[in-house]
């Protein structure tokens, strides 16, 4: 057993991973893997964002082939260990399994990086054939074709994890990336000592290889294939069954909901439409016994700014949209996600879907959930460069402030702030643009509310409902209305008993014991004003 080459490390890990209370089982995978081990000479490269169980996927395929390790004291316990080929695949072959994201001490070339790679795997190679004369000097390649030439019954299975790591490090320079995929290209290339190459990354191959080099891969990926997607991301029955964990084994009170982990880290899709949490912010959430923004334990908000910051005009108004909840079209090229030199609209939306900040379905992108909403929010409030936008998200405490004290001319006098900048958005030819202007005035409120749009209440829609995290707070009913006058909206908020949100049926238990405010904002486009009404209802 060496580093690489029939690696103890991947069993103990995924051992640990297999014990952990809010651990999901998706051995599954491995039944799909067994035909292409058979056949031999597969390629896989799967690439999704960071924290959707790349590691642990990687860490279970190489436990389970690796004759380095009998790991049926851990798969005999789960989904896979009822598979028929079970025994004839379990630890019958050699692996050789590198997590590329690990760094020699002190690195600080390409050189140092790569030479360390090359000479654990030589190294670990004597160590598995110490019959064969391998000569130190010689590429890997050239020793696993010597060895190979030996003992034909050789079948590697390869398992390489952030295989793109190498290509987000300042030291590396483009000859070195050139060098890089032509390492991988002599490794692995039409070699017949591969029974199969598994390879994980954020971004696909074709990002980085315009040429032939890497061209044997399948590339799976969040939003052009279907193929595996269910085994990275947490499905909602999965969740399901995980938040069932958490009430068995929560000693404390619960503070966490069902809606809460759907609010929080739902929003991610399959090809298919099939809906995906993020399962770090799950498992975390649950062990935490807490909701809140896992995506970064310590990340600021500029982490998203980095993304946009060398075309803001081009993206501004999107943003404007996607924080009200409103989807806007984009063209999707995984590959185009550049990760230094962002310039154009689509370039920046894909890589903000590739690195999971934003999610993409039916040619849309949005904000998946309340988790990276509250990042964006964020990061609205605090960049100026962000021009109007920042500005009305700016005032947002003093929106939500003049609401609850009913002061109606505070609430018009920031809408019409609007008016003071150019803004394309203010043309207001519906109600959709409006909704984007008022989702910014109260960007604060989510602090303290669960907003929710559109939401099926009485026997209508209402567009905003705020939901207040304190019970004892005031709950917020809001409708909007173009060229109709705030009474017509709390006429409508009345006649369609949209408190019913709040109060309930006869019998259930009322959802806030604070005031329920109706509020009423209209634009009239021929006088260009905004009008505004608060009316307590209960």
């Known amino acids: 057993m060496g580093i690489y080459v029939n690696s103890k490390n991947a069993y103990a890990l995924y051992k640990k991973e297999t014990a952990k209370p809010y651990f999901v089982d998706k051995t599954v995978l491995l039944k799909e893997l067994f035909p292409l081990v058979e056949e031999g000479s597969h390629y896989l490269c799967i690439t999704r964002p960071r924290r959707f169980g790349k590691t642990v996927m990687a860490n279970m395929v190489a436990s389970f082939f690796s004759k380095g390790h009998r790991a049926n004291d851990v798969f005999q316990n789960l989904q896979i260990y009822q598979d028929k080929d079970y025994e004839k695949y ?6 050789i399994h590198i997590m590329f994201n690990d760094l020699p001490r002190n690195c600080n070339s390409y050189k140092q990086y790569i030479e360390r790679i090359e000479e654990t795997l030589i190294k670990d190679l004597k160590k598995e054939y110490p019959d064969m004369p391998i000569d130190d000097q010689n590429a890997v390649w050239d020793t696993l074709l010597e060895i190979y030439a030996e003992k034909q019954d ?12 190498i290509f987000h490090q300042k030291f590396v320079t483009e000859d070195d990336k050139l060098s890089y995929l032509q390492f991988l290209r002599n490794l692995l290339k039409d070699r017949p000592y591969i029974a199969l190459v598994y390879m994980t990354g954020i971004l696909p191959i074709a990002k980085y290889s315009s040429g032939s080099e890497l061209n044997m891969f399948a590339e799976f990926t969040m939003t052009t294939e279907q193929r ?4 990275f991301g947490f499905t909602d029955e999965e ?33 298919k439409g099939e809906r995906l949490y993020n399962p770090r912010s799950i498992v975390l959430s649950l062990s935490n016994n807490n909701t809140g923004n896992y995506w970064t334990s310590s990340g600021p908000y500029d982490e998203i ?7 803001i005009a081009d993206v501004r108004e999107d943003l404007a949209l996607m924080v009200s909840g409103i989807p806007v079209p984009a063209k999707i090229q995984e590959y185009a996600a550049t990760s230094m030199n962002l310039q154009t609209r689509d370039e920046i939306f894909s890589a903000m879907v590739v690195y999971g900040f934003l999610t993409y379905e039916n040619g849309k992108v949005m904000i998946p959930n309340k988790e990276l909403m509250d990042k964006f929010a964020d990061m609205l409030k605090k960049e100026a460069s962000l021009g109007y936008v920042h500005r009305l998200a700016k005032e947002s405490d003093r929106m939500l ?61 209402v567009d905003f409902i705020f939901y207040p995290v304190n019970r004892d707070a005031d709950g917020i009913i809001l409708e909007l209305k173009v060229d109709h006058s705030p009474d017509e909206a709390i006429r409508q908020i009345k006649d369609k008993k949209y408190i019913l949100r709040f109060t309930g049926k006869l019998g259930e238990e009322r959802k ?9 904002i209209s634009y009239n486009k021929k006088q260009k004003k905004h009008a505004c009404k608060v009316e307590v209802l209960n």
């Not at 050789?154 to 790591?165: C, M, T």
């Not at 806030?512 to 009423?520: D, E, S, Y």
Request: glycine share 6%; proline share 1%.
């Open 90 to 95: 379990l630890n019958k072959y050699t692996v």
């Open 154 to 165: 050789i079948n590697i299975v390869f398992v390489f994890d952030e295989w793109d790591f």
């Open 228 to 231: 595996f997607s269910e085994y």
């Open 239 to 271: 969740v399901d069954g995980l938040y069932l964990r958490y009430i068995e084994n929560c000693a404390s009170t619960k503070m966490v909901t069902r809606d809460d982990l759907r609010e929080w880290y739902d929003g991610y899709h399959t090809r």
């Open 305 to 311: 700014f980095y993304y946009i910051e060398n075309n």
């Open 401 to 461: 402030r003049a609401t609850l004290a009913g002061d109606t001319e505070t609430m018009a006098e920031i809408l019409e702030l609007a008016h003071d900048t150019e803004i394309p958005l203010l043309s207001y030819n519906d109600e959709t643009e409006l909704t984007a202007v008022v989702n910014l005035v109260y960007l604060s409120a989510r602090d303290n509310y669960r907003v929710e749009r559109e939401d099926k209440s009485g026997v209508g829609y």
């Open 512 to 520: 806030c014991a604070g005031r329920i405010l109706a509020v009423g």
